[in-house]
């Protein structure tokens, strides 16, 4: 028996794809088209910080190396946002922003801080260059992997958080023997398939964690801006690590 249309109330919302393909032919406004493109630029300028954080690396100021690798997380939690709201990838769709969003994360989140390991010499004689080296091999074997980040914002395996394990490491002096195994460690846990929180697109606590996180890069910034002084508040911060890690695993656990 064949059975009526549902009325428009209860009509399927479109899909991304569905609206992309009805606004195909169709120009966007000149002034979507221009925010689009600035967006595109802004996620671009991670680039130039990371040679702003590099220059300042090979001048021995870590204060401001770590400064710079700062504004790029700002950088990298806000352009997703702005994405979104001026429908980037509908507006230019021959720019793939995730790629750009990529090389990116790859020049601030990888290599500046395997970089700094190196070039500082924070890690023992005869060990900086296989312990950096595994650094930048599996995470770009992990950003290359289709199941980098999942389907439902995870993500997969350690997420390359090289800038913020380095900040800790040198900001508070640990020896450069234990660098080294800290180091390695997470090299290994890139390809556990343990799925990590999406801080701004997990929808568990997302709310909660935006808010810590929040709290938590300012604590950071109060801290880098002290270098290479330091005091007990880069220590208080691990509790935000912390409680990634832990909600990340439970979270794991219930997907399972």
């Known amino acids: 028996m064949h059975s009526p249309d549902p009325p428009p109330a209860f009509a399927a919302a479109p899909s991304a794809e569905s609206r992309l393909a009805a ?12 925010a689009a493109w600035l967006t595109h630029v802004y996620t671009a300028t991670g680039a130039l910080l990371a040679l ?12 401001f190396g770590f400064f710079w690798l700062a504004i790029s997380i700002v950088v990298d939690s ?9 429908r980037v990838r509908e ?19 990888v290599f500046v801080p395997a970089f700094l390991m190196y070039h500082a ?30 389907a439902d914002h995870f993500f997969t395996g350690f997420p390359s958080y090289w800038n913020i394990v380095v900040l800790y490491l040198v900001g508070l002096g640990v020896a450069p023997w234990l660098n080294a195994v800290i180091l390695l460690a997470l090299c ?19 709310a909660l964690t935006v808010t810590l996180g929040c709290g938590w890069g300012a604590v950071l910034i109060y801290e880098i801006l002290r270098f290479p002084r330091t005091d007990a508040w ?10 990634y890690v832990v909600l990340s695993l439970v979270l794991h656990a219930r997907r399972k």
């Open 52 to 63: 702003l954080a590099t220059s300042a690396i090979v001048r021995g100021d870590l204060r």
């Open 23 to 34: 606004s195909a032919g169709k120009p966007a406004p000149p002034a979507l088209r221009i």
């Open 188 to 206: 290994g846990l890139i390809f556990v398939r343990i799925g990590y929180v999406y801080p701004s697109r997990t929808p568990t606590l997302r």
């Open 91 to 109: 507006v230019v769709p021959d720019v793939n922003g995730s790629h750009l969003d990529d090389i990116v994360d790859y020049l601030t989140f």
């Open 121 to 150: 010499g924070r890690l023992p004689p005869g060990w900086a260059l296989p312990v950096v080296f595994a650094m930048l091999v599996s995470s770009v074997v992990a950003f290359a992997k289709a199941d980098a980040k999942s």
């Open 78 to 86: 806000t352009d997703g946002f702005l994405a979104r709201a001026f």
């Open 234 to 243: 880069l220590v208080v911060s691990l509790v935000f690590p912390a409680y």
